[in-house]
């Protein structure tokens, strides 16, 4: 399966996106009302993508934070968890695959060494606002 989407009572946590998915031209993969708004593009060579900024007047109102996570190389386990930390769903991901962080919460275990890029929303309110750990969480890595 190329797309699946990780829900807990009708909420999507999380989406995966194998590295197999394809896309014959621009294809944006996250509903509109998403606050990051993930595209897949593929273009054959000699395409040309017209010259463009973006209206620096639009002001966005964002109040949650949502989070992607490329795998470029290694193996991760992916765990899914609710706001509560009650476990839905581990996944493992590879080089190519990329994880939509939507709600709930995640941690991850290195199966093998990787290296993983992360895009998530800004601008950085400090650690003491960021994130909220578990009690018995037993890295204390960020």
């Known amino acids: 399966m190329d797309i699946e989407e990780i829900k807990h009572q009708g909420k999507i946590l999380a ?6 998915l394809h896309s014959d031209g621009v294809k944006f993969l996250t509903p509109n009302e998403y606050t990051l708004q993930l595209g897949l ?3 054959p060579t000699g395409k040309l993508v017209r010259d463009h900024v973006h209206n ?4 966005y ?16 386990l992916a765990k899914i968890f609710t706001d509560d930390f009650n476990l839905i769903r581990e996944v493992e991901l590879g080089p190519g695959d990329f994880l939509l962080h939507v709600s709930g919460g995640h941690g991850f275990e290195i199966i093998e060494k990787c290296r993983m890029i992360e895009i998530k929303q800004g601008p950085y309110p400090g650690p003491e606002h960021v994130k909220k750990y578990r009690a ?3 890295d204390t890595s960020q």
């Open 15 to 20: 989406i995966i996106f194998r590295h197999t």
């Open 41 to 43: 593009l593929e273009h």
């Open 56 to 59: 620096p007047n639009i002001k």
């Open 61 to 76: 109102n964002v109040n949650t934070t949502q989070e992607f996570l490329y795998i470029e190389r290694g193996r991760v």
């Open 136 to 138: 018995n969480s037993n």
